[in-house]
């Protein structure tokens, strides 16, 4: 997909105030996709994507509350903390039907982040295609890369991202918004294997205090 292509296609990233969120937001817009800024505050939006247009130099971002977002975009990008999951997909719900959601969410357990958390419906990713069921294209990624890695939005990152889902042409898509924001994206199965994917997280959080570290990640060998 060429810059041009990619200026056709607008992705939403709803808690894109957070800073994952945002480090994310940068990359992509500069790569030629129309990215929307989404928050549950639209004014909070707004203002978060004006302060990364200043950041970026240019007019790159726009910012619209999480439904009005979802509305307006093809690919969904849900970076919202797992407290705020259930309920943020409930009020994009109406929105997402025949899209692509990606689903960034990990399901950890404040304060014990550095201990992996398995959620009833056993991921993230696998309790949003139950609540949103089949109509929706779900596809779980960017799990294990940190925001620190991705602050400076022309700077390379050193992590591989896994890619989780059922769809092969939603994960291919994924995969060049991973490409657009400077990494190697793979394809590590059904959105089953999403439960492995979001559980390294609390690892590599145990990691980084632990050899006092700033954002470990994981590279795949091999390939």
Request: charged share 25%; hydrophobic share 40%; glycine share 10%.
């Amino acid at each position: 997909m060429t810059d041009k292509e990619r200026s056709i296609v607008t992705v939403a990233v709803l808690g894109g105030t957070g800073k994952e969120g945002s480090a994310l937001a940068q990359r992509w817009a500069l790569h030629g996709y129309r990215v929307i800024i989404g928050s549950r505050d639209g004014e909070r939006a707004k203002a978060r994507a004006a302060e990364l247009n200043q950041q970026l130099g240019g007019d790159y971002l726009t910012g619209m509350e999480n439904s009005e977002a979802a509305q307006q975009a093809v690919l969904v990008v849900l970076t919202v903390p797992y407290s705020a999951h259930k309920d943020t997909l409930t009020s994009v719900k109406p929105y997402l039907d025949g899209k692509i959601l990606v689903d960034v969410t990990v399901p950890m357990m404040p304060p014990k982040v550095r201990t992996v958390h398995i959620p009833e419906g056993k991921s993230a990713a696998l309790e949003a295609r139950a609540l949103l069921g089949d109509g929706v294209r779900i596809v779980s990624a960017f799990q294990n890369v940190s925001h620190e890695k991705l602050n400076d939005p022309n700077a390379p990152v050193d992590c591989d991202i896994l890619i989780t889902g059922d769809d092969d042409e939603a994960k291919q898509e994924v995969i060049r918004l991973v490409e657009a924001a400077g990494m190697r994206g793979i394809d590590a199965g059904t959105l089953e294997n999403s439960v492995a994917a979001e559980a390294l997280t609390p690892v590599l959080l145990y990691i980084n205090r632990k050899y006092k570290t700033v954002g470990s990640g994981i590279r795949i060998t091999g390939i």
